[in-house]
């Protein structure tokens, strides 16, 4: 068995108390063997350092890198579709394998161990982040609107088979959701046709929902209820199932969403900087719903680094309830953490023996880190993404003392600078 010591650090526990001790991983199983004053084959340094679950990115789309900057200030609609559909429909494999690995060494250089993503060409994704040695949960994003029947029943079919076809990939670290795009750009009929195939395959469903006014009015006026009551009515949010953003939410949709068990990604970057709204996460939270954090795509945050997505969240779910108690610091480390690898269903985001060897070593010898009266105020209000020294996934090092081992950083980056260029010109 190979072991690797993490040594010499103070460790977050699940109980967020800090205690100074090693944690030893098993390479092979890549899981958490023993916490502990401990010793293994190989070691990682982490004096002076606090070690934490490797953060947990539960909604992106990790190749939109590649248009971070294009089209900023715009509300959704008209984001998406005066700029962002119009270069995505130009996206070739090779683009999105470039993106890809772009947002993964982005993840990694900020202490993301685990994502899950939503997009086009996901192969290209899967290989990636097999390369990568991270964990996610991926999905062929499906879109019916603007299609005809037979390419949009397409559509839908190929969500479905990547779902089928993936699940279990890269030993286990690839897994899969179905994943139709909204409630408004996939046609009642396909989710009548098509739920009832994926529960068959027993993957669960992702999509986006209640983000903006503009896409809750027209289902209240079409089917004359919420959406959350429409999603309900068309299979949707089962308790393994999990929808991005949730900014507008009335109680009934709340209980709805208690009662079912089905998880909320909270966005709260995309939904500032497209100015979505504020999603009620501490009404979420006291209702007992699985609230989870993620990024959304880079091109409407403009980053993928979750300390920034924690300090979001703890400030506008304040700013969104008049409460300076609500959406508390460790209410954020809970959600960037084991509330986001709960609801991709990865035994990750608590250092535990038994737990994934997924981990992030944060130097804690920094101004801004200064004085150290309470940790996991400095991971939610303080600490940045540089701030990671060291980044672990299934036991093995993704990157040591800002080194990323998986990828050629500078070769990542040139690549995608290449392509980003070339798809906006092709778009343009
Ligand atoms: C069909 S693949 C995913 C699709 O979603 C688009 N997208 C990116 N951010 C958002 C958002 O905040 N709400 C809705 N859709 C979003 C992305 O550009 C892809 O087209
Ligand atoms: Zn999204």
């Given at each position: 068995?190979?072991?690797?010591?993490?040594?010499?650090?103070?460790?977050?526990?699940?109980?967020?108390?800090?205690?100074?001790?090693?944690?030893?991983?098993?390479?092979?199983?890549?899981?958490?063997?023993?916490?502990?004053?401990?010793?293994?084959?190989?070691?990682l340094?982490?004096?002076?350092?606090?070690?934490?679950?490797?953060?947990?990115?539960?909604?992106?789309?990790v190749a939109?890198t590649l248009?971070r900057?294009?089209?900023?200030?715009?509300?959704?609609?008209?984001?998406?579709?005066?700029?962002?559909?119009?270069?995505?429909?130009?996206?070739t494999a090779e683009d999105v394998r470039a993106g890809a690995e772009l947002g993964l060494v982005e993840m990694i250089k900020s202490g993301t161990t685990?994502l899950?993503?939503?997009?086009?060409?996901?192969?290209e994704v899967a290989d990636a982040v097999e390369a990568a040695g991270m964990?996610a949960?991926?999905?062929?994003?499906?879109?019916?609107?603007?299609?005809?029947?037979?390419?949009?029943?397409?559509?839908?079919?190929?969500?479905?088979?990547?779902?089928?076809?993936?699940?279990?990939?890269a030993?286990?670290r690839?897994?899969?959701?179905?994943?139709?795009?909204?409630?408004?750009?996939?046609?009642?009929?396909?989710?009548?046709?098509?739920?009832?195939?994926?529960?068959?395959?027993?993957?669960?469903?992702?999509?986006?929902?209640?983000?903006?006014?503009?896409?809750?009015?027209?289902?209240?006026?079409?089917?004359?209820?919420?959406?959350?009551?429409?999603?309900?009515?068309?299979?949707?949010?089962?308790?393994?199932?999990?929808?991005?953003?949730?900014?507008?939410?009335?109680?009934?949709?709340?209980?709805?969403?208690?009662?079912?068990?089905?998880?909320?990604?909270?966005?709260?970057?995309?939904?500032?900087?497209?100015?979505?709204?504020?999603?009620?996460?501490?009404?979420?939270?006291?209702?007992?719903?699985?609230?989870?954090?993620?990024?959304?795509?880079a091109?409407?945050?403009?980053d993928l680094?979750?300390?920034?997505?924690?300090?979001?969240?703890?400030?506008?779910?304040?700013?969104?309830?008049?409460?300076?108690?609500?959406?508390?610091?460790?209410?954020?480390?809970?959600?960037?953490?084991?509330?986001?690898?709960?609801?991709?269903?990865?035994?990750?985001?608590?250092?535990?023996?038994?737990?994934?060897?997924?981990?992030a070593?944060?130097?804690?010898?920094?101004?801004?880190?200064?004085?150290?009266?309470?940790?996991?105020?400095?991971?939610?209000?303080?600490?940045?993404g540089s701030?990671v020294r060291h980044t672990v996934c299934d036991?093995q090092v993704l990157m040591r003392d800002r080194e990323v081992t998986v990828f050629d950083e500078q070769a990542v980056r040139e690549r995608a600078s290449e392509r980003a260029q070339s798809l906006?010109?092709?778009?343009?």
């Amino acid at each position: 068995m190979s072991e690797l010591l993490v040594s010499g650090g103070q460790v977050l526990r699940p109980d967020h108390s800090v205690e100074r001790t090693d944690v030893l991983l098993d390479q092979d199983s890549g899981e958490i063997i023993d916490i502990g004053d401990l010793s293994g084959d190989d070691e990682l340094d982490a004096a002076g350092g606090l070690v934490i679950p490797g953060l947990v990115n539960a909604h992106t789309h990790v190749a939109m890198t590649l248009l971070r900057g294009y089209a900023d200030d715009k509300q959704l609609d008209a984001w998406l579709q005066e700029d962002i559909w119009p270069a995505e429909a130009e996206l070739t494999a090779e683009d999105v394998r470039a993106g890809a690995e772009l947002g993964l060494v982005e993840m990694i250089k900020s202490g993301t161990t685990a994502l899950n993503d939503m997009y086009f060409f996901m192969s290209e994704v899967a290989d990636a982040v097999e390369a990568a040695g991270m964990r996610a949960r991926l999905g062929y994003g499906a879109i019916t609107i603007g299609n005809d029947d037979e390419a949009a029943r397409e559509e839908m079919r190929d969500s479905l088979a990547f779902a089928r076809e993936y699940d279990g990939a890269a030993d286990g670290r690839i897994r899969t959701a179905f994943m139709p795009h909204s409630l408004t750009t996939v046609g009642e009929e396909y989710y009548r046709e098509f739920v009832p195939e994926a529960r068959e395959a027993g993957v669960p469903i992702h999509l986006h929902a209640n983000e903006t006014t503009d896409e809750v009015d027209p289902i209240v006026d079409e089917h004359g209820q919420r959406p959350l009551a429409y999603a309900a009515d068309l299979g949707l949010l089962e308790s393994e199932d999990y929808l991005a953003h949730g900014v507008h939410l009335d109680d009934g949709e709340i209980d709805l969403l208690a009662e079912r068990g089905a998880g909320v990604v909270h966005c709260p970057a995309s939904n500032m900087k497209l100015a979505s709204g504020m999603a009620p996460i501490q009404d979420l939270l006291d209702a007992g719903v699985a609230v989870g954090l993620g990024t959304d795509g880079a091109a409407s945050n403009n980053d993928l680094d979750m300390f920034d997505e924690m300090r979001d969240a703890a400030m506008l779910g304040k700013l969104a309830a008049g409460d300076a108690s609500a959406v508390d610091a460790y209410s954020v480390v809970e959600m960037a953490t084991r509330g986001s690898a709960e609801i991709l269903g990865f035994d990750s985001g608590r250092i535990e023996p038994g737990a994934n060897a997924d981990l992030a070593v944060i130097d804690l010898d920094a101004p801004h880190l200064t004085p150290a009266h309470d940790l996991v105020s400095h991971l939610a209000y303080a600490a940045r993404g540089s701030d990671v020294r060291h980044t672990v996934c299934d036991g093995q090092v993704l990157m040591r003392d800002r080194e990323v081992t998986v990828f050629d950083e500078q070769a990542v980056r040139e690549r995608a600078s290449e392509r980003a260029q070339s798809l906006v010109g092709r778009a343009d």
